[in-house]
């Protein structure tokens, strides 16, 4: 069960975290990843990481808001493996603040990587996905716990991850008759590199009590870990989910039962 033997994949944002533990995932079911980040070497630690396990990946520099450099990427992986079969939308970027504190620059950074760049990727794979024999594919979207509830101090980061949750309910119903399938994930808080840096620089000295606090947010006792969401990731990529399209996945630690 959830084979991806065969299957060329595109994770973007996966030279770390949880863009890291999917690439690694896909590539120990079978696929050919392509590991692009706007961090070249993350890629390539990613992709060392695959490769001495025996799978196969491959290391490519993205800047998710350059509509040109997608779709050279997305070539290239059409002119080596003859298709594109997934890609997981991944990357993003936080930003915390209220309506009040949030500024016209912050307003379009993120919703400038978080919403155009997953726009533009979703527009060149559907393309290409639409294009190639036999016709269609997946798409992962990385949503958020903030598309579906307010999160506080969180007000333009759950404003992009909702527009996230629509965009992926909109394109799988569009394109429903063409074989192409798109789900998103909403995690609650995770474990990742980004949290440890976060903390050491808002909380010096007090690392230790924040991340328990941050921990105790879900009612499980602990964040996720980035192989538990991609683990979540394998599914809807598989064949194994061939008759889930629209949806949108919480993995929270049992956050939303309460």
């Known amino acids: 069960m959830f084979s991806l033997e065969g299957k060329s994949a595109l994770v973007t944002g996966s030279g770390s975290g949880i863009g890291r533990a ?4 896909y590539a120990n079911q079978g696929a050919t990843v392509w590991v692009a980040d706007i961090n070249l070497e993350g890629a390539e630690e990613t992709v060392a990481l695959i490769t001495e396990t025996g799978a196969k990946a491959h290391a490519v520099t993205l800047n998710i ?3 040109a450099a997608i779709d050279t990427v997305i ?3 059409v ?4 298709s594109l079969d997934i890609l997981v939308n991944n990357a993003g970027i936080s930003h915390i603040g ?5 500024t016209e620059d912050d307003w379009d950074r993120i919703m400038e990587v978080n919403c155009k760049g997953l726009f533009f990727c979703s527009k ?8 190639q024999e036999p016709k269609g594919g997946v798409i992962v979207n990385m949503a958020s716990l903030g598309s579906l509830l307010a999160v506080y101090d969180r007000f333009l980061y759950c404003a992009s991850k909702g527009a996230v949750l629509q965009m992926t309910k909109c394109l799988a119903l569009d394109h429903v008759k063409d074989n192409i399938r798109c789900n998103c994930i909403c995690p609650a808080r995770v474990h990742t590199p980004f949290v440890d ?3 050491e620089k808002n909380y010096p000295g007090q690392e230790k009590e924040m991340f328990e606090k941050l921990s105790e947010y879900q009612p499980i006792g602990r964040m996720g870990k980035p192989e538990e969401i991609a ?4 599914y809807l990529a598989s064949d194994e989910a061939a008759f889930v399209t629209g949806s949108a996945y919480n993995i929270d630690g049992g956050v939303l039962a309460i």
């Open 197 to 199: 840096g976060y903390l």
């Open 75 to 77: 070539q290239t992986i």
């Open 79 to 82: 002119d080596e493996a003859g």
């Open 22 to 25: 999917i690439a690694q995932a």
């Open 65 to 67: 808001t350059d509509a």
């Open 98 to 102: 209220t309506v009040l504190e949030t």
């Open 231 to 234: 683990a979540l990731a394998v």
């Open 124 to 131: 060149a794979a559907v393309k290409q996905m639409l294009n």
